[in-house]
């Protein structure tokens, strides 16, 4: 009988182990915990591809598990100049991948540009498209996605066009957003939805102006100013991963700024001084303008019908977490009563933090098992 409790107890753990042990090797910090888990990861290859969308073709990268799949999943990152080869991208899709799905990883060219547009929207649901019709990677014709940052808004818009109808299996939305005017508003302000205040992430704002320049400058000074502006991201988006690369693309955009005529030069002095309060006065008004349209913003759009899982950090100041709750009850609102979410300490925006409670850290691996199950 004991042997038998043991066996049914061991039956019940284990996938909650498997959740666990995905996250710990994410986040590279195991350690001892994550040896004693009897977790097998499945070999895996890589392939890169060409995806057609109705803008060209599109570089990616498929990520097969040894001894096939029955599933797919595509990965698009959020805002980052990297491509398929970005780490923290290869290290996301590859282990995802171990658990036993054919992976698509797919950067988002504007997005890679650090650009926010309803092209990406139509990136995501043409590659979505061209997946679930590929039986030999989404046997079922069904796909799921999975969306960080910038791009889980824009998938829970995609994963809602009557194109992909039967066609979602599910949509992952990892710090996305639900309406994207509302967090360029809390980016050019602090201010969140409730009326509380969280000092908002210098990144974001320079985010804003990059799309908001033909209405600040002279038309013969928008090319050096985003040249100069896209050093400055790209050396942002470096910080965590190339520190000494970083270091020469900050100094390499302050050279520019010299350059520069005005008022060019003053906004990129604000972008190296990180200044968010001259910008977000300057930049507020556009918001609208700027990310109006439905196919940026998730509660702007036709809801999904697909079981949606929105994860986000709890302290997230690139987009704040209101935004999953609010996400989740539009959503519900509009007939998709399925969707799961959690605020995490352990994310800050689309990183794993260390120093967590367990508590904490028993509803990331439930609530992490739960989305791993609905992909299989």
């Not at 054919?102 to 997946?131: C, G, H, K, Q, Y």
Request: hydrophobic letters at 45%; aromatic letters at 6%.
């Amino acid at each position: 009988m004991a042997a038998l409790v043991l066996l049914v107890a061991a039956w019940l753990v284990a996938p909650y182990v498997r959740s666990a042990a995905f996250i710990l090797d994410l986040a590279g910090t195991g350690g001892w915990a994550r040896r004693l888990m009897p977790v097998r990861v499945r070999p895996v290859t890589a392939r890169d591809v060409q995806v057609p969308t109705r803008y060209g073709d599109e570089a990616a990268r498929v990520y097969e598990p040894a001894g096939g799949s029955t599933r797919g999943l595509i990965v698009f990152p959020g805002v980052h100049a990297g491509g398929i080869d970005e780490p923290r991208l290869v290290a996301f899709s590859r282990r995802l991948a171990s658990t036993g799905a054919n992976v698509l990883s797919m950067p988002l060219p504007d997005l890679r540009e650090f650009r926010i547009t309803p092209r990406s929207t139509d990136v995501i649901e043409d590659a979505t498209l061209w997946l679930a019709a590929n039986r030999a990677l989404a046997p079922s014709g069904r796909v799921g996605l999975v969306g960080v940052s910038f791009a889980g808004g824009l998938a829970l818009v995609a994963a809602g066009r009557e194109s992909l109808a039967g066609k979602v299996q599910l949509v992952v939305s990892l710090g996305g957003h639900a309406d994207l005017p509302r967090v360029m508003t809390y980016l050019c302000t602090g201010v969140m939805p409730d009326g509380t205040t969280r000092t908002p992430h210098p990144y974001g704002i320079v985010l804003i102006l990059i799309g908001a320049l033909d209405h600040l400058v002279p038309a013969e000074q928008v090319e050096p100013l985003r040249a100069a502006i896209l050093t400055f991201l790209e050396a942002s988006s470096y910080d965590q991963t190339d520190v000494p690369k970083s270091k020469e693309l900050f100094e390499l955009a302050r050279a520019r700024t010299a350059g520069l005529p005005e008022p060019a030069r003053t906004y990129m002095q604000w972008v190296n001084e990180r200044n968010a309060a001259a910008l977000g006065e300057k930049l507020l008004p556009l918001v609208e303008t700027l990310g109006g349209a439905p196919a940026l913003s998730p509660d702007r759009s036709r809801a999904t019908a697909a079981p949606a899982f929105l994860l986000h950090g709890a302290g997230d100041n690139v987009i704040p977490s209101t935004e999953t709750p609010l996400a989740a009850a539009y959503l519900a609102a509009h007939g998709n009563a399925s969707a799961k979410w959690l605020l995490t300490p352990l994310l800050t925006h689309a990183t794993l933090s260390e120093d967590v409670a367990p508590a904490d850290a028993w509803q990331l691996v439930r609530f992490w098992k739960e989305m791993l199950d609905a992909a299989r």
